[in-house]
């Protein structure tokens, strides 16, 4: 399976902004996805991950609220929506796929597929 992460860019505090995640290769159904970020010299994080079918989901509980993750499968596609971005979000943002749902679902090495990443600024 291959991740092609997308939509990031340089914004300002408060704004909003989608992040995308196409696959290919694979059954993308069979996949729940998730998405991490890591800021600089920090380690990489959990936000937030999607079922199969869309229809569960957990998030990372500072970013409750605030961020929304979703899924198209005839899309092939998932998706972060980001809102009141801070300056604190400021990170690259990457997708992830893997079998299970919510066994270890925080755990980056519980993960078979990685995107290359988006890049998210912040400014203040």
């Known amino acids: 399976v291959q991740l092609q992460a997308s939509g990031g860019g340089l914004v300002q505090a408060g704004d909003s902004l989608r992040l995308s995640c196409a696959a290919s290769?694979?059954?993308?159904?069979?996949?729940?996805m998730a998405w991490f970020r890591q800021a600089p010299g920090k380690e990489r994080e959990f936000v937030a991950i999607?079922?199969?079918?869309?229809?569960?989901?957990y998030y990372a509980d500072s970013l409750k609220g605030r961020f929304t993750i979703s899924r198209d499968n005839d899309k092939n596609t998932t998706y972060l929506q980001m809102d009141s971005l801070q300056p604190e979000d400021t990170a690259i943002y990457y997708c992830?796929?893997?079998?299970?749902?919510?066994?270890?679902?925080?755990?980056?090495?519980?993960?078979?597929?990685w995107g290359q990443g988006t890049q998210v600024t912040v400014s203040s």
């Open positions: 992830a796929a893997r079998k299970f749902f919510s066994y270890r679902y925080q755990y980056t090495d519980s993960y078979d597929y």
């Open positions: 290769g694979g059954t993308f159904d069979h996949f729940a």
């Open positions: 999607v079922s199969w079918s869309g229809s569960a989901t």
